[in-house]
Nanobody, 121 residues
Framework: QVQLAESGGGLVQPGGSLRLSCAASGRIRSINSMGWYRQAPGKARELVAVITSVGSADYGESVKGRFTISRADANTVYLQMNSLNVEDTAVYYC????????????????WGQGTLVTVSS
């Protein structure tokens, strides 16, 4: 139903910045959230940031004050990453979650293929 395409990953020096983009296509539900998760080598996947269709945002503790999530429209989400450090090195995955109906509790979830962010001097 929904396909996600990430872009913007790459190599950056400590203290630098990157902006990730995620474009969703297909049947986007009115009640939804989009966000970013990341997985570093040898570690579990963790929340980076999430934003809802009404604009409420939440962040993982390790990125608060450094990263900002935003939505250009219903189908596009950005992650601005500032003050990057080596611990931010990971594959970053875009995530979509859509409620199937206004009165329903069921939802569908979709993941992007991931984009690699490497922070190194």
């Amino acid at each position: 139903q929904v396909q996600l395409a990430e872009s913007g990953g790459g190599l950056v020096q400590p203290g630098g910045s990157l902006r990730l983009s995620c474009a969703a296509s297909g049947r986007i539900r009115s009640i939804n959230s989009m966000g970013w998760y990341r997985q570093a080598p040898g570690k579990a996947r963790e929340l980076v940031a999430v934003i809802t269709s009404v604009g409420s945002a939440d962040y993982g503790e390790s990125v608060k004050g450094r990263f900002t999530i935003s939505r250009a429209d219903a189908n596009t989400v950005y992650l601005q990453m500032n003050s990057l450090n080596v611990e931010d090195t990971a594959v970053y995955y875009c995530n979509y979650k859509g409620r199937l109906g206004v009165m329903a509790t069921e939802y569908r979830e979709q993941w992007g293929q991931g984009t690699l962010v490497t922070v190194s001097s």
